[in-house]
């Protein structure tokens, strides 16, 4: 019999960019792995979010730092030298979190679905490539690298009015595949996290009373999930230890993906 092999569950040191990070699940993010003394990259559209961010990770105490930087994940021009800033300002990149995004409903029958098309796509697919393909040089320097991309459970099935996020976020879930088979060979792990209704920005105009009436018809905890619970799945893709999950698309929905009706 082999002898227990201990892995470590700690990411105390390594370097993290997290887009999208200003708020809801990448500011949660931002936070949990400053806490386990990660170096944190808070990463979004405007800096001065990115900041008041950074000013919290920075008077919570934890046991990592944050910088902020302004990041348009559209313009890849931009990811170039953020992405090349946040290496040099660290010293490397361990692990990239692809969180960034945003919900415009669009009708296909509309001359507007374009206007929620191109965008779309651009922030919650093209992007994802963009900024692994920046990275991917650091992070292939890196001793335990991962990346870790944000779906949705519009990854995984349909709701209406919704196709533009939902032609994305199951492309996401694709590019997570092809990039685990692509990368795995270096020791890259790439893994997908398609979370479900979660109290975010994106559904802060949805009334409490419809929340809860959703909650209780599709979720069977019966309840929207926080920020913070994604947060913790995402760092348990990123730790040392998670060396052997690579492809994965994860759920965090309550248990709404596997209720039938």
Request: charged residues 20%; proline residues 5%; aromatic residues 4%.
């Amino acid at each position: 019999m082999e002898p227990y092999q201990p892995l470590s569950r700690s990411i105390a040191g390594k370097v993290a960019i997290v887009t999208g990070a200003a708020s809801g699940m990448g500011r949660a993010t931002a936070h949990l792995f400053a806490s386990e003394g990660a170096h944190v990259a808070v990463t979004d559209l405007d800096q001065g979010k990115c900041d008041a961010v950074v000013q919290e990770i920075g008077a919570a105490g934890y046991k990592g730092s944050a910088k902020a930087w302004a990041l348009d994940v559209s313009d890849q021009a931009a990811i170039k030298a953020v992405v090349g800033d946040i290496a040099q300002a660290f010293g490397g990149i361990d692990i990239l979190v692809n969180n960034a995004g945003f919900a415009i409903p669009a009708d296909v029958a509309e001359e507007s679905y374009e206007d929620s098309w191109d965008p779309t796509l651009a922030v919650m697919l093209a992007a994802h490539q963009r900024m692994i393909r920046a990275a991917l040089p650091h992070l292939r320097n890196a001793e335990h690298p991962r990346i870790v991309n944000v779906a949705s459970t519009e990854g995984m099935g349909a709701t209406p009015g919704n196709s533009p996020y939902v032609a994305a976020k199951h492309g996401v879930i694709g590019l997570t595949r092809g990039l685990a088979v692509d990368l795995g060979r270096e020791g890259i792990t790439v893994n997908c996290i398609c979370p479900g209704p979660i109290r975010t920005g994106i559904t802060d105009a949805i009334s409490e009373e419809h929340k809860t009436i959703y909650a209780k018809r599709r979720v069977p905890l019966r309840r929207y999930g926080i920020p913070e619970e994604v947060a913790h799945l995402t760092l348990s893709c990123v730790l040392p230890s998670a060396s052997f999950l690579t492809g994965a698309v994860i759920p965090v929905d309550g248990g709404l993906t596997i209720k039938n009706a």
